[in-house]
């Protein structure tokens, strides 16, 4: 998992413990390890930033799916957008491909399709412009892909009901519930192909799932 140590990551880790997976969370600092040792991931060191592309491909070794789920963070730094929202999902794009991963679910964000107003400051502009650039690129390099594009996060407590669909409403969705479709959609292989807006909603997480196909 690319972000290994994020917010959603940490919540999904003990999902896939629990359906029997050994997830693998790549991440830069030796300090998780003892945060991800407690939810059951095992730590592989990357930094997103400073690591080549043969970097990704030696860390996905072994690995049956690629999620990815980093992001630049909430600093203002425009950047970051472009070196770890884009730049570290296509470096991970290329390496699965390399290693021979075929399975690869991107976490996005709703909307980033639409045109941006002509008042959008700098720092989202470019937050909107790394997702949807880095979603256009899994979609045309023939990975067996699914792209899921929540609504405004929270961190409250996961529901296990959501409202998914090529568009929805906008809406928020909690993280806890974000990386449980995360897990189901790696379980269901009629979500290959796919891309969806999330948010939550009256359908069970499971239910919601099982009922996207390409």
Not at 25 to 49: H, N
Not at 63 to 78: I, L, Q, S
Not at 170 to 175: A, D, H, M, N
Not at 187 to 194: F, K, M, N, Y
């Amino acid at each position: 998992m690319v972000g290994g140590h994020g917010k959603i990551a940490m919540l999904l880790h003990p999902i896939l413990v629990a359906a029997g997976h050994q997830p693998v969370a790549l991440a830069r600092s030796e300090e998780y390890r003892s945060d991800l040792d407690r939810v059951g991931a095992q730590l592989r060191l990357l930094d997103i930033e400073n690591s080549q592309v043969e970097d990704y491909v030696a860390a996905f070794a072994g690995c049956d799916a690629v999620v990815f789920a980093a992001g630049g963070g909430p600093d203002g730094n425009k950047d970051r957008k472009k070196t770890v929202d884009l730049g570290g999902s296509l470096a991970s794009i290329d390496a699965a491909q390399r290693a021979g991963v075929r399975r690869f679910v991107q976490i996005s964000a709703m909307g980033v399709d639409e045109p941006l107003p002509e008042d959008t400051g700098d720092v989202w502009a470019a937050y909107v412009e790394a997702k949807r650039d880095a979603d256009t690129a899994l979609r045309d390099s023939g990975l067996q892909w699914t792209i899921i594009r929540p609504g405004a996060l929270t961190d409250e407590a996961a529901t296990g009901a959501v409202t998914v669909g090529d568009t929805v409403d906008r809406g928020e969705i909690t993280r806890a519930d974000v990386a449980a479709l995360v897990a189901a959609a790696l379980a269901t292989d009629s979500t290959i192909g796919t891309q969806w807006e999330a948010i939550n909603g009256d359908t069970p997480i499971g239910d919601a799932v099982r009922g996207i196909s390409a």
